[in-house]
């Protein structure tokens, strides 16, 4: 009714009884009586759904007409006399076309205000009833809570007009509660008077306009909620509640947004479908409206999806100028909103735990300083900045309009907020099964939460030590290159192999690739130093040779034989292959070849002969670079191409077919952190990461360290030595026997690319140069082997 100015007021007179009935209906209406049965013809009065059918029967006879229909009443308005002349008018041609009877009595036409519906309406705006008003002025003060009942049930029906309404009669209401006593005091008497005082001038309301914007201020207060409809910056409509005391223990994001439902749901009809502005004072209930459903509490997703249905623009303004709602809420009614109980089951279907754990948590958070101060904040609300917190407080900051309190303990959104004290239990808990810290932490994020939680996670379980044991291998690292040798037969490596249960050596050159097969009758060192003194007479001694750990290279009469033949005799790093790749891959090489002539029954020399003189990979044959010309084989070739023929280039093109390498090799590599004297590490063996170890110091080689373990030294590939958090027990002892008279051998090296280079270390089972090997059983027993056995690998 914007803009109304002038009003007419209609009554239907008996108007149940101008409405007839069908033939049905009048059978259900068929009474007794001393003289016969009788039925109605028309809808009598006291029937239960009356009411409901003749407002129905209203509404259709004078849809499209415009007036304003309750049951029998109908109000015609207009802004000026013309205006509400031609309505009069049209609504007088449809009441007199459906033969409809008004009662004179009580029609009124063409006045500046009338009362409806219990309301006077004017040209101001609304008001209430002067008769209802004035009821309620002239009661007597209650002498008992019947009639503090019927005082509040009256007031009740005005209470949109009385802005401070629930603060006002806030005193009173304990009265009614069914443990109090009657007893009646000054302070009741104040907000006696001071309630009559209110009816005394009620505010007036504006008429609400359908082509106005609306704006809704909504406020909650520790006790109370409170909303306000404007239009124009003029009242619509007030409304405010009490809080029940479960609501009063809501967090003060919780309260504004259940202040948020009550309004929207108080002013339904004034918003909906319509764009609305929401006025508040909580700068947090912004930032969480727009952020995804899931990341709110139950509680507040339920409010949320409340608010769902209507289109709202929520703004921030501060409370001093967010007066109406902020009094409203401070001075709110005594009801309490049926919805309650649904939320709270909601709220409780999320706490799985048992009561023991519960009560576990609830007590440490009660012990807790920090969760105490966190809980009074979130009742209390937060300040403006993070600088005005205790520091203990500030990460929480960002994330606080997450967190809500709900028996007695905190949560952020559905995730509980796990006290100091019981941070490392729940870690233990998150790890049962030992699932990887990746999973463990995405199975925390669904239910948990603590600041630090990732960080203690991290430190935790790099100390779980069957985690750790049983860890995969670790990447590999960037390839390192070494130095291409400028001459033949400069840079040899040697390597032995079984076939067909039998052992042979192989011998391979750096420069040129070519590599010596021999068998081996026995696997003695000195059958081996007698293969390679053949090889060497006749390829001159290379300046370095490059083994494994093999007993046969790391023995006395080796040792012996490197100094008087003067060469430099290098070890790869043990259980580390790919250190001496030279020597790999012509193992492999040679191994194809044996199989290949033993299926075919051909002589392996003369394979080996075809294999030499072969071009490689833009290279000239083996043949040609060690020996600077072809050899003659079975196959005819011209006398001119077994000229020797002196290659210059070689050197640079390996570089460059290395560097190649080096690049595909790299794509999937990572170089691993560098190790510090004194940290704990797992050393890599056949069983896994299984034996703990603490660092010593870098090793003379790249990548490698000195590490110590169960007394023992070992040099081991960076790639081997796993860093662990855990600290090795002074009673730490693994399936294997202490080795005694350990010394760590090692010498520089270079190797052949492209492989990693090679790592320098003391073997696992260490041969003593003296024949005087040793080991202590498990009883404390030292067991020596027999000097008959020194060229052996005793297992």
């Keep these: 009714m914007p803009g109304a100015k002038v009003f007419t007021i209609l009554d239907a007179k008996c108007g149940f009884w101008q409405v007839p009935l069908d033939e049905a209906s009048s059978k259900l209406t068929t009474f007794m009586s001393p003289f016969g049965r009788f039925r109605f013809l028309r809808m009598p009065y006291g029937i239960s759904t009356g009411s409901e059918v003749f407002q129905r029967t209203m509404e259709q006879l004078f849809a499209g007409e415009p007036c304003e229909i309750v049951v029998d ?24 076309a459906i033969n409809m009877k008004l009662n004179p009595d009580k029609c009124r036409f063409r006045v500046d205000s009338v ?19 004035k009821a309620v002025r002239d009661m ?40 109090s006593e009657w007893c009646w005091h000054e302070t009741h008497d104040k907000a006696f008077a001071r309630l009559k005082q209110a009816l005394t001038n009620p505010p007036v309301l504006q008429y609400f306009d359908t082509s106005i914007p609306v704006i809704l ?3 909650a207060s520790q006790h109370g909620l409170g909303a306000v409809c404007l239009q124009r910056g003029r009242p619509v409509a007030f409304a405010s509640r ?18 948020l439902v009550f309004a929207t749901k108080k002013f339904h009809d004034f918003i909906y479908g319509r764009p609305v502005t929401v006025e508040t004072d909580h700068q947090p209930l912004i930032t969480i409206l727009r952020k995804p459903l899931h990341t709110a509490s139950p509680r507040l997703q339920g409010m949320m999806m409340k608010l769902h249905r209507y289109h709202l623009d929520v703004i921030f303004k501060r409370g001093k100028e967010l007066f109406v709602a902020d009094a409203l809420s401070r001075a709110h009614l005594s009801t309490s909103d049926p919805q309650l109980t649904d939320d709270l089951l909601e709220v409780m279907t999320v706490q799985v735990l048992s009561s023991r754990r519960v009560d576990e948590l609830r007590a440490a958070v009660q012990k807790d300083v920090t969760c105490q101060q966190l809980s009074d904040m979130i009742r209390s609300g937060w300040p403006a900045t993070s600088k005005e917190l205790p520091y203990s407080l500030r990460p929480f900051f960002s994330m606080r309009d997450e967190l809500t309190i709900q028996d007695d303990l905190l949560l952020r959104g559905e995730r509980l907020i796990i006290p100091p004290a019981l941070q490392k239990f729940y870690v233990g808990q998150l790890h049962q099964g030992h699932p990887g810290i990746t999973a463990t932490k995405r199975r925390a994020k669904e239910i948990m939460y603590w600041p630090s939680m990732y960080i203690d996670i991290d430190a935790e379980l790099s100390r779980c030590a069957p985690c750790n044991a049983l860890k995969p291998h670790q990447t590999k690292e ?12 400069s840079f040899t490596a040697a390597d032995l192999f079984d076939w067909h249960g039998k052992t042979h050596l192989v011998l391979v050159d750096s420069f040129s690739g070519w590599f010596e097969l021999d068998y081996l009758p026995d696997m003695r060192s000195i059958t081996v130093i007698a293969k390679l003194k053949r ?3 006749v390829h001159g001694v290379p300046h370095t040779l490059m083994t494994d750990n093999a007993t046969q290279f790391v023995c006395k009469d080796f040792e012996d034989f490197a100094c008087t033949w003067d060469f430099k005799h290098i070890r790869s790093s043990p259980h580390y292959p790919q250190s001496n790749g030279l020597a790999e891959r012509a193992v492999r090489s040679a191994k194809h070849l044996l199989e290949k002539c033993y299926r075919d029954h051909t002589d392996i020399r003369a394979a080996l002969l075809h294999v030499r003189n072969i071009p490689r990979d833009g290279l000239p044959s083996p043949a040609q670079r060690l020996l600077s010309r072809q050899t003659r084989t079975f196959l005819p070739v011209a006398k001119a191409m077994l000229q020797p023929v002196v290659h210059t280039n070689i050197q640079d093109i390996i570089t460059k077919q290395r560097l190649r390498g080096k690049d595909y090799y790299d794509r999937n590599a990572h170089q691993l952190p560098e190790l510090k004297p004194g940290q704990t590490v797992r050393m890599q063996t056949a069983r896994g990461f299984d034996r703990l170890a603490i660092v010593n110091s870098p090793a003379q080689q790249p990548n490698s360290y000195v590490v110590t373990s169960q007394g023992v030294k070992y040099t081991r590939n960076r790639r081997h030595l796993l860093h ?19 010394e760590t051998l090692a010498t520089p090296s270079n190797a052949e690319g492209p492989v990693q280079q090679p790592l320098y270390s003391k073997v696992d089972c260490h041969i003593d140069t003296e024949g005087k090997h040793s080991v202590v059983t498990r009883s404390g027993r030292v067991s020596r082997s027999n000097q008959y056995y020194k060229d052996y690998v005793m297992t």
């Design 140 to 179: 007597p003060k209650p002498q008992e809570k019947q009639a503090l009942q019927q005082l509040l049930g009256m007031t009740n029906y005005l209470s949109k007009f009385i802005p401070q309404y629930s603060d006002i009669t806030g005193p009173l209401r304990p009265l009614l509660h069914q443990d």
């Design 478 to 489: 960037p390839l390192q290159l070494h130095d291409i040798p400028d001459l033949p037969w």
């Design 242 to 259: 009490a809080l029940t005391p479960t609501e009063s223990r809501y967090a003060q994001i919780e309260k504004e947004m259940l202040a």
């Design 535 to 537: 090889h060497f007479a």
């Design 217 to 219: 201020s909504a406020d």
């Design 115 to 133: 009362q409806y519906v219990g309301h006077l309406l004017t040209a101001d705006g609304v008001k209430p009833d002067p008769e209802k008003t």
């Design 724 to 742: 662990v958090s855990e600290s090795p027990p002074a009673d730490f002892e693994d399936d294997l026997p202490v080795v005694t008279n350990a």
């Design 73 to 96: 009443d109908i109000l015609i308005w207009g802004q000026t006399h013309e205006e509400h002349d031609d309505r009069l008018r049209q609504v007088l041609n449809k009441i007199r």
